[in-house]
Structure formats: C-alpha cells, structure tokens
C-alpha cells in the first residue's frame, strides 16, 4: 500500500482551493483518487469555489455526485481570493492531517502520501513541498518568488526553499491554530512557527507540470501585496506579545527628539528672548510630539484590535453557502480490502 503500515492511524483531508479552473476540476479529483487509491486510511477531498465566474462550481458538484460524499464542495458566496479560500477549507477540514495543493493541476497529487509519510514518520507539524524543478515563466514568475523566499526566509528565521509552493502537509491540530487572510497562505511556515518550533518544519522536493488548461490568476502586481503581508508576518512574530515595544520604541523616539526640540525653543523663546513662532523647528516638535503619542497609542490598539478580530473564532475572512452536515463516520473514502 502506498501508505506506510507503520505509520499511525489517521484520517486525511486534501484541501483544494479553485479559482475559474472549470477545465481542470474533473482531471484534478481523477488523479486525486488515482493517488490516494491504495492509501491505507480514510480520506476525503475538499474542493472550495472561491466565487467562480465559470462553471468551476458546477463542474466540482458534479465530480461530488460521480465519486461520492467523501468529495465536497464548499462554495464561497464570492470571490475572497486564495488564502480566504484557503482557510475555508481548511475550516471545513476533519482530518488529523490537512494537506493543500492548487487546483491548476501544476502539483501532484501523487507527491502527497509521501509528504504525509514524513509528516507522521518524524513527528513533524509541517511538510512543504519544493519545487526544484518549476515549471513556470522565469522573469514573472521564478526570479520573484525567488528573491520572495530569500526575503522571506532571512526575515521569518523559517529557511525554506519554496514558500510560494501551495502543496503542503500539515497535522490538522496546529494549522487549525492559525487564522489565514490578506496573502498570508505563502506565510504559512512562519505563522506556524508562533506555534510550534521551527525544528518541527521540513521541506520535501515535489514535482511541478506546467499549466494545460486555464490561466494563471496572479501576476507580478502580487509582490506589493505581499510585502505589505511579510511587514505584517515580522511585527507579529516578534512583538506579538508585546506590541507595546515596538510602537512603544518608535513613539518614545519621536516624543524624546521632539522634548529636545520643544525645550531648545523654549530656552531660545524665554532665556534669550528670540521669536520663535516663526521657526520651522517648532513646528516640527510639535508635531514629533503628536505623532509619537500616536504610536504609542492609537497604533497599539489598532493593531492588537485587528488581531483579535482575526483571531475571535467569529470573524471569518469568507462567507460560504451552508453544506450538508456529515456525521464523524460519514464522506470518507476508507482503504478497500487487499
């Protein structure tokens, strides 16, 4: 069997999120189920439409009624983009290991038993694919998301290869922890390790086709986006617990250089008598005054805010239709008898 009798038991969810890709859906679940044919535990595949404008969701329904209920479809009521998409699925996911891959048929569903095999065989929390060998445009594609996961790497402490690699395995307890939203799915290795430690992180080498059918949905025009999402990443990973230190830092900076300024005015003002309404100086002590309790202020509360709405259970970046409810048993594919 393809899965290692060693390895313990478990049930597995392949996440797949699909954006306009109404070509590939039915050859996707097919080489889904080819791979996970002999797979030795109970499986089940979630297909999520993130508000498609072709037939994608029609397309995944059908696949749904073809193969049976352990294939489900959860349709987003628009298009929320590919992280939103992302944690939709992996919400409605009920394995004990949760693996993602693109709907675009570029990764290989044949590579996942084996993610899964290192996941559980080393006791790990994460296994990312890397795409060694990519089969994607050079100047649009590879040498961005090359100078990405340097960037990356060097500002997370999480060294991968290929972060922008959507084939991942995870143990489902730990990605559950972290809420996903903005383009922070390419981030996934560095959320997790505000969770668990890097040591339990790996990177595994994957294969990669090129595109047949459909076109690609993000361009060059995501790199802005995601730097903004990397600046977001580093604040959290290290000053989550205490943001006050780092608009804490900068405020002080800012109220200490403006009392300098605002008490060399006032020595120039009363001790020697000079006009000071007129100097540019002022003005700018003045307004370093404001700006730094700013910071220590309001920026805190807005950042720490967000955060909680992220985080609070309710607050979801998506809204879904409602799915049919399964029992604990229901929709899995279970191993057939040898």
């Not at 559950?176 to 339990?200: C, D, N, Q």
């Not at 900076?253 to 309404?277: C, D, I, P, R, Y």
Request: charged share 20%.
């Amino acid at each position: 069997m393809t899965a290692a009798p060693t390895l313990p038991s478990h049930r597995l969810s392949v996440v797949v999120p699909l954006y306009n890709e109404a070509d590939n859906v039915a050859p996707l679940v097919e080489r889904v189920h080819a791979a996970l044919a002999d797979y030795g535990f109970p499986w089940e595949l979630v297909l999520v439409d993130d508000g498609s404008s072709d037939e994608t969701a029609d397309r995944a329904a059908a696949a749904a009624r073809q193969y049976g209920r352990h294939v489900r479809l959860v349709e987003l009521t628009r298009n929320f983009k590919q992280t939103a998409a992302m944690q939709a699925g992996v919400d409605a996911a009920r394995g004990d290991v949760i693996v993602t891959m693109d709907g675009d048929l570029q990764n290989d569903p044949i590579d996942i038993p084996r993610l899964v095999a290192r996941l559980l065989g080393e006791d790990l929390d994460l296994v990312a694919g890397w795409r060694q060998n990519r089969q994607d445009g050079l100047l649009l594609r590879k040498v961005p998301s090359r100078i990405a996961n340097r960037l990356i790497a060097r500002l997370t402490g999480v060294k991968l290869q290929d972060y922008g690699c959507s084939l991942k395995a995870f143990r489902g307890s730990v990605i559950k922890s972290v809420r996903l939203y903005g383009e922070m799915h390419r981030f996934i290795p560095a959320w997790l390790a505000t969770v668990t430690t890097p040591r339990r992180i790996a990177q595994e080498p994957v294969s990669h086709h090129a595109r047949t059918a459909g076109v690609s949905k993000y361009g060059i025009s995501r790199t802005f986006r995601v730097i903004l999402d990397l600046i977001a990443v580093y604040f959290f990973m290290r000053f989550r617990a205490r943001p006050g230190h780092f608009f804490g830092g900068i405020g002080l900076v800012l109220t200490a250089a403006s009392s300098l300024v605002l008490g060399w005015m006032a020595w120039v003002k009363f001790g020697l008598g000079e006009n000071v309404g007129t100097r540019p100086l002022l003005l700018f002590g003045v307004g370093g005054l404001i700006a730094g309790l700013h910071f220590i202020t309001t920026g805190v509360l807005a950042e720490i805010m967000a955060r909680i709405y992220f985080e609070s259970g309710t607050a979801r970046p998506y809204w879904a239709r409602p799915e049919r409810t399964l029992a604990d048993d229901e929709g899995w594919q279970k191993p057939q008898p040898c």
